[in-house]
């Protein structure tokens, strides 16, 4: 599918999200469940077929699509503009003062430039140097860099330049909240800090806006030659103006005329007339002690074509080819986009999953569910249990696990007697499969080193799927778990899933109770503080 995500897409999308965290911290899971199911099963299963034959990204589009749908549904035409209808209105606006901006500069330095009082020529060496050797050099900075780049194959991220700046606004943004958090509650420290860590967290994302840069660099470019371009011409027109060149290496017209026909060979066999003959040369050539009394009026005005084709080869045409080359990689950035890093999987779980509601009646097979509008959909309460069963805990929102590969659950020493492992695995083994090993850790005669040490030994030796941490969620998240959760990072490998399974405090029949909003809340928030994109928190059970 063409053009199948864009920047503003992705800002709608974390609008869209951002919404329903909300929603999820007022009224819980169950309405999203609700909606997303609906949404699926109402426009995107009837056109597309099952999820299986779905890749994610054309599964979350779609959904964004059915959000925005119902966010003008909602808000009506005189509603609030999502946000990324601010970046598309944003972006035309940028574009054109880039152009704009470049134009005036062009017609500006070139207009003082070409300033002619009529008793010295302009010099040719000066113009050249100045509009398109001085062009040249940036450019050919830029393509050398890139270059390197690709041969190398250094990503961007790797590169001194972007890790500088990187480094600045991490800094910058660290300098801000230290000066903040003095003045600031508790409850917003922790908004803040969870905030940076989202930052970190989406730094995939942060190259996305690279090339939105780039586009209007370059954008502003083309705009300085046209107006170098523009203003040269106009000079000509509306203006007597006299070109010549001097030297006082003593460079013989012959050396000139040469020099002159190789930088003209890129447009000389389509226009020879731009190019000054030999003759012309000879007669430009400027010697002070002289005077212009023996220059003719046809060399002097034999120069301007040949400036503004050279500003048009060697300026402009680099700057148009840099302007593609920064959409189609802009393009490839967003179809290369990991949207397993996004925090997408629960969207997924909550649209593709079948949902179990003991209220309601059995709910026709999806193949012959006709297809309702979305809003009188959600005014009805589905039933996805053929059997009418009693409603059990969700499943886990995680990616399939691949086959062969198997996840670690770590059971803390003190929650170990007494956790009911069967009843756990059967809650897990719905997302996960039922290679599952259950790992006691923080026992008195075992180290941290020892679980960490197991954990890397699974990973290097099949390849794990994920690690579970069992935890309560009553207890707050200590320095001591933080660390912990990134010696476990570091043991399990970047790209391996880790999830915090909560819990709430015991309960006399069993250990598995459901986890209170607001402590799901707060941990939720330390850990993004922590800028893993790969870390997640979950309740185990739903109240």
């Not at 601010?86 to 017609?107: H, K, M």
Request: aromatic share 6%; proline share 8%; with cysteine.
């Amino acid at each position: 599918m063409k053009n199948l995500w864009n920047i503003a897409d992705l800002i709608d999308l974390h609008y869209f999200r951002q919404t329903d965290e909300e929603l999820l911290r007022r009224e819980g899971e169950a309405p999203l469940v609700k909606r997303d199911r609906i949404i699926y099963l109402a426009k995107i299963a009837p056109q597309f077929g099952k999820a299986d034959d779905l890749p994610p990204r054309i599964l979350v589009r779609k959904w964004l699509a059915m959000r925005r749908l119902q966010h003008r549904q909602e808000r009506g035409h005189v509603g609030q503009a999502l946000p990324g209808t601010l970046w598309r209105e944003l972006t035309v606006v940028f574009r054109g003062l880039a152009c704009l901006c470049g134009l005036l500069a062009g017609l500006g330095l070139a207009g003082s430039l070409l300033l002619y009082s009529g008793s010295t020529p302009l010099n040719v060496s000066v113009y050249f140097g100045l509009f398109v050797i001085l062009q040249l050099l940036m450019v050919g900075g830029q393509s050398l860099f890139f270059l390197y780049r690709r041969l190398r194959r250094i990503p961007m991220e790797s590169t001194v330049l972007y890790a500088l700046l990187g480094r600045l606004l991490m800094r910058a943004l660290e300098g801000v909240r230290r000066r903040l958090q003095r003045r600031i509650s508790g409850q917003r420290r922790l908004d803040l800090a969870a905030l940076l860590g989202s930052v970190q967290q989406h730094k995939e994302l942060a190259a996305l806006l690279i090339w939105p840069a780039f586009i209007l660099v370059q954008l502003g470019g083309i705009g300085f030659n046209l107006g170098i371009i523009g203003a040269t011409l106009a000079k000509v027109a509306f203006a007597d103006i006299a070109f010549a060149w001097q030297s006082s290496l003593q460079l013989s017209a012959q050396w000139v005329a040469n020099l002159v026909g190789w930088i003209a060979l890129p447009w000389s066999w389509i226009a020879p007339q731009t190019v000054p003959s030999l003759a012309q040369i000879q007669g430009s050539q400027m010697v002070l002690k002289e005077g212009m009394v023996h220059l003719a009026t046809s060399d002097l005005v034999a120069w301007w074509p040949f400036l503004c084709c050279a500003v048009a080869f060697y300026g402009l045409l680099p700057r148009c080819l840099l302007l593609t080359l920064g959409l189609i990689r802009q393009r490839q950035s967003l179809e290369q986009l990991h949207f397993a890093t996004l925090g997408l999987r629960p969207l997924l779980q909550r649209m593709t999953v079948p949902r179990i509601d003991a209220k309601g009646a059995p709910e026709p097979a999806e193949s012959a569910a006709p297809a309702p509008p979305v809003g009188a959909a959600l005014e009805a309460v589905a039933c996805e249990n053929p059997l009418n069963a009693e409603p059990g805990p969700p499943l886990i929102p995680l990616a399939p696990v691949a086959e062969g590969m198997s996840a670690v659950l770590l059971i803390p020493d003190e929650l170990y007697e007494d956790c009911p492992q069967a009843a756990l695995l059967a809650l897990l083994q719905p997302g996960w499969g039922a290679a599952i090993a259950c790992v006691r850790h923080g026992a008195p005669d075992q180290t941290e080193a020892d679980t960490l040490s197991r954990v890397r030994a699974a990973a290097e030796q099949d390849g794990l799927a994920g690690v579970l941490l069992l935890q309560e969620a009553w207890q707050p998240p200590l320095k001591e778990t933080e660390q912990f959760l990134r010696d476990l990072r570091r043991s399990a490998g970047p790209l391996t899933p880790l999830v915090l399974l909560l819990i709430g405090k015991p309960s006399p029949q069993t250990l598995l109770t459901p986890a209170d909003p607001e402590q799901l809340r707060i941990w939720r928030l330390k850990m993004q503080a922590l800028g893993d994109p790969c870390l997640e928190v979950h309740p185990l059970v739903q109240p």
